[in-house]
């Protein structure tokens, strides 16, 4: 179930109107801001960084309530909606502006916030890159068992899917050749709780963490967030994730199956935005063959 910040009546007496008049004499407003997120990591934690700030939202709302007259209302709840989901944590938002002052021409009952009123509601679309790699047990099965499963996650929306390439092992110890596919598609989660979301399809069929690249029933990292091109790329560093994955351009088991995937795809490497076809021809594709058919979805 997604959680919710709500900030409830942010009052504001500003000009805003279509007449003449309305942009030069202020007039109440009144805001509600409804987001949905993830606040269980905020639960346990007890720390800021894990969920939104209120007062920042509050604060922007207001900074945009007050801006220079604009005629609708429903432009100020568009802008409003727009500044929320560029938190990281926001997944949707809901926002109402209410004007019970408005000249409309009829009455309207003398309590509350009688009168008219804007709600919007807005959802996260940022696209996402998902890897996928098994070299224990019945690759293709649990590969397609994983698909399945991502299937399921509200929130993530799928688009394509690459076939499956079998390449040699980077790194670690001795072990099977892997099988791995990329899925790419959207997403109004925000990155931290999707990647819960994986670790508990990795948990369900057999995956366990005890060797540093050793060999696992399945293994799925989130390459990218965001889209590179549009400058709206997620880039951050924690103990637990980082976006995008610092790894990734140097792994042709990775790029193969993405362009398989998007034949369009960018990748942000350091400052630059580099399309993955030109990161694979720098790459070592010693040991990644084409593997074999399988049914993703």
């Known amino acids: 179930m997604t959680d919710?910040?709500?900030?409830?009546?942010?009052?504001?007496?500003?000009?805003?109107?279509?007449?003449?008049?309305?942009?030069?004499?202020?007039?109440?407003?009144?805001?509600?801001?409804t987001i949905e997120c993830d606040v269980s990591r905020a639960g346990s934690s007890d720390d800021l960084g894990h969920t939104i700030s209120y007062a920042e939202i509050a604060q922007d709302a207001e900074r945009i309530m007050t801006q220079p007259p604009v005629?609708?209302?429903e432009h100020l709840a568009e802008q409003v909606a727009a500044s929320v989901l560029q938190r990281v944590a926001a997944e949707a938002v809901e926002v109402t502006v209410h004007k019970p002052d408005a000249p409309a021409g009829v009455a309207f009952a003398d309590f509350g916030l009688a009168g008219p009123s804007v709600s919007v509601r807005r959802e996260?679309?940022?696209?996402?890159?998902i890897a996928l790699g098994a070299n224990l047990g019945h690759r293709v099965r649990t590969?397609?068992?994983?698909?399945?499963?991502?299937?399921?996650?509200?929130?993530?929306?799928?688009?394509?899917?690459?076939?499956?390439?079998?390449?040699?092992?980077?790194g670690g110890p001795a072990q099977p050749d892997y099988l791995n596919a990329v899925a790419v598609g959207t997403t109004r989660l925000a990155p931290w709780t999707l990647l819960d979301r994986l670790h508990e399809i990795e948990a369900g069929r057999g995956r366990t963490r005890e060797i540093r690249w050793g060999a696992r029933t399945l293994d799925l990292d989130l390459i990218q967030v965001g889209?590179?091109?549009?400058?709206d790329d997620l880039r951050f560093h924690t103990d637990e994730l980082t976006l995008p994955?610092?790894?990734?351009?140097?792994?042709?088991f990775v790029l193969q199956p993405w362009l398989d995937a998007d034949p369009q795809a960018q990748l942000r490497v350091g400052r630059?935005?580099?399309?993955?076809?030109?990161?694979l021809r720098a790459a070592d594709t010693t040991g990644i063959r084409v593997g074999?058919?399988?049914?993703p979805l």
Do not use: N, Y
């Open 124 to 129: 996260q679309h940022r696209p996402v890159v």
């Open 272 to 279: 630059l935005v580099v399309p993955v076809a030109e990161l």
């Open 227 to 231: 889209d590179p091109a549009a400058g």
């Open 4 to 33: 919710r910040i709500c900030l409830t009546r942010l009052a504001v007496t500003t000009p805003h109107g279509v007449l003449a008049h309305e942009k030069l004499e202020p007039q109440r407003f009144f805001v509600d801001i």
């Open 71 to 73: 005629d609708l209302i």
């Open 245 to 252: 994955h610092p790894r990734a351009a140097e792994r042709a």
């Open 292 to 295: 074999p058919q399988w049914r």
């Open 143 to 170: 590969l397609e068992s994983a698909m399945r499963a991502l299937g399921r996650v509200g929130g993530l929306d799928l688009l394509e899917v690459s076939g499956l390439f079998e390449t040699a092992p980077v």
